[in-house]
């Protein structure tokens, strides 16, 4: 199930996930990379943990818990939902 919502992301978030999408080499202490997409090609973003533990996120979680359960294919978190729902989730607060 895919959900498309309308995008309203602040130029300080932009800011900073073109910054850390772009570091393909590490991610900064306090942070996990993740994977979006709901096709082959997926994007990698890099997200603060304390995104974890917003209810809508973990929605997402667990939409990627039941689609891909512990075997991601990508070798790391994948969120099966397209960018500008992943965006919209991490800027609701």
Same mark, same amino acid.
Request: aromatic share 8%.
């Given at each position: 199930?895919?959900?498309?919502?309308?995008?309203?992301?602040?130029?300080?978030?932009?800011?900073?996930? +073109?910054? @850390?999408?772009?570091?393909?080499?590490?991610?900064?202490?306090? @942070?996990?990379?993740?994977?979006?997409?709901?096709?082959?090609? +997926?994007?990698?973003?890099?997200?603060?943990?304390?995104?974890?533990?917003?209810?809508?996120?973990?929605?997402?979680?667990?939409?990627?818990?039941?689609?891909?359960?512990?075997? @991601?294919?990508?070798?790391?978190?994948?969120?099966?939902?397209?960018?500008?729902?992943?965006? @919209?989730?991490?800027?609701?607060?």
């Amino acid at each position: 199930m895919v959900f498309r919502l309308p995008s309203m992301i602040s130029s300080s978030s932009k800011q900073f996930l +073109k910054l @850390h999408s772009k570091n393909q080499k590490g991610v900064p202490k306090g @942070h996990v990379a993740v994977y979006v997409g709901v096709n082959e090609e +997926k994007k990698r973003y890099v997200v603060p943990l304390t995104c974890l533990s917003r209810p809508e996120f973990q929605n997402l979680l667990s939409r990627a818990e039941e689609e891909f359960g512990f075997n @991601h294919p990508m070798g790391g978190l994948t969120i099966p939902c397209n960018e500008e729902t992943f965006i @919209h989730v991490l800027n609701c607060q």
